[in-house]
């Protein structure tokens, strides 16, 4: 019997998803537990799996932000009449409103082949006459499922995906991959691939031809402009960047510290535990927050949110965008726990295997720059939280100790904090007892 296919919730605070990439097509055979679509959320992506064999009958929404629990497709056997699914619980394939006559001039029903108006006019958006003029399609021969019969970007990307008319459309192409053609102006039949191409081939391809017209005359590589859309995880941390400068009267604090006595546990540890600076500041951080409880509350309206327990997100830059996995209780692990969970949460951020559980309920942020040699910066709060600490390069310095001149290993911490809740004096004791336990790491032992 014939099911419909629903946005699943993938975690406690989901909403909604952004369906990215369909990796079957209308007509493919489906088995139970074979990866069906790829789903983004505010966090991460994640590969939803079918529920069940058999063939899928129709995709409601091919790309696309979806609630929770909302149809995105129809999977059922092959000749089975899937109308009633349809009609009851996809209003992204609605009927056309019913007319008292024939259709008007120029207008098509759904799921008809578009018929031209006397004049020889079709109706169509904008956005779907570029896409067809790219794809090669005709849209004579497109089924136009908008209003009336009208043809959408999306119908004439289906057309070429089944193999309609046009050199193009011949390809074997995902949806996906015929609306990432068209957003970057690409002919798919250029793409000499045996089976299916994806949107990851028209990436590629397009990567390959800027490298390939990359040496024509100067005048004309200077007057070139390229679109690329951002992916979901660029908008998402677009759009919470500008919120967190909108909602939080931000200050930046920076101070110096000596790493030399740092680098002489790591170097202490190392033949038993392997740890990173990144790890040192974690352990440390963790356990001066918990002495400075306005650096981990939160602000809800009038009210400060206290909190007795330490949770440090630690951000990993990703090709795609930056993600924050978070360390819980990290005032209540050793380091040698915290470090192990750290490079863990690091690489599932790298091969997208995070849950939602481990990206959330952040009190307190880290973020480290030093690597590229970063000497100070003001990193953006990550909302709801209050402060972030950003980590800078180690830089050999020339300091006056005891009257000498000696060369030590400084490090720049950067703690961004927000005024509503943390004022200059709070931020800087709280910065100086960073410090205290990072010069004295022995401290940490009291």
């Not at 007319?99 to 108006?117: K, M, R, S």
């Not at 000498?404 to 910065?431: C, K, Y």
């Amino acid at each position: 019997m014939a099911e419909l296919i629903v946005m699943p919730k993938l975690g406690l605070t989901m909403t909604e998803g952004t369906i990215s990439n369909w990796r079957k097509a209308e007509g493919d055979t489906v088995t139970q537990g074979e990866i069906l679509f790829d789903v983004e959320t505010d966090k991460i992506s994640n590969e939803v799996e079918a529920k069940l064999g058999g063939v899928l009958r129709k995709i409601i929404v091919e790309e696309g932000t979806v609630g929770i629990f909302q149809p995105v497709a129809v999977i059922g056997d092959a000749n089975e009449d899937i109308s009633a699914l349809l009609g009851g619980g996809a209003p992204a394939v609605a009927p056309a409103p019913e007319q008292a006559g024939p259709p008007a001039d120029g207008a098509a029903a759904v799921g008809e082949a578009a018929v031209p108006a006397a004049g020889g006019r079709i109706i169509a958006s904008p956005y779907a006459k570029k896409t067809a003029a790219l794809l090669s399609v005709e849209l004579q021969q497109v089924r136009g499922s908008g209003p009336q019969g009208r043809i959408t970007a999306g119908d004439v990307r289906k057309h070429a995906a089944e193999g309609g008319s046009g050199a193009a459309a011949k390809v074997k192409i995902s949806p996906a991959a015929a609306k990432e053609a068209a957003a970057l102006g690409i002919d798919p039949s250029g793409l000499h691939k045996e089976g299916r191409i994806m949107k990851e081939d028209i990436r590629s391809f397009a990567a390959a031809s800027t490298k390939t017209t990359a040496q024509p005359a100067v005048q004309a590589a200077i007057q070139e402009v390229t679109r690329v859309p951002m992916n979901s995880m660029r908008r998402i941390i677009a759009k919470r960047m500008l919120e967190s400068q909108a909602v939080s009267p931000a200050v930046t604090y920076n101070m110096k510290l000596d790493t030399t006595a740092l680098g002489l546990l790591r170097q202490q540890l190392k033949d038993t535990l392997k740890v990173t600076y990144t790890d040192l500041l974690v352990s440390i951080a963790a356990k001066v927050l918990l002495e400075f409880p306005l650096l981990n509350c939160s602000v809800e309206g009038t009210e400060l949110v206290l909190r007795n327990y330490a949770n440090i997100g630690v951000a990993v830059g990703l090709e795609e965008g930056l993600i924050v996995p978070v360390v819980k209780n990290a005032a209540q692990k050793g380091l040698a726990e915290i470090s192990q969970e750290v490079k863990r949460l690091a690489a599932g951020a790298r091969n997208n295997s995070l849950t939602p559980e481990e990206l959330t309920g952040g009190t307190f942020t880290i973020t480290n720059l030093g690597m590229y040699g970063m000497e100070s910066f003001s990193p953006i709060i990550n909302q709801p939280e209050v402060a972030i600490l950003g980590v800078n390069a180690i830089v050999d310095t020339p300091v006056a100790v005891n009257g000498e001149i000696v060369i030590r290993p400084l490090m720049n911490l950067s703690l961004t904090a927000d005024h509503r809740a943390v004022d200059g004096a709070v931020a800087a004791q709280f910065m100086q007892k960073i410090k205290a336990y990072a010069e004295n790491p022995a401290l940490l032992l009291l």
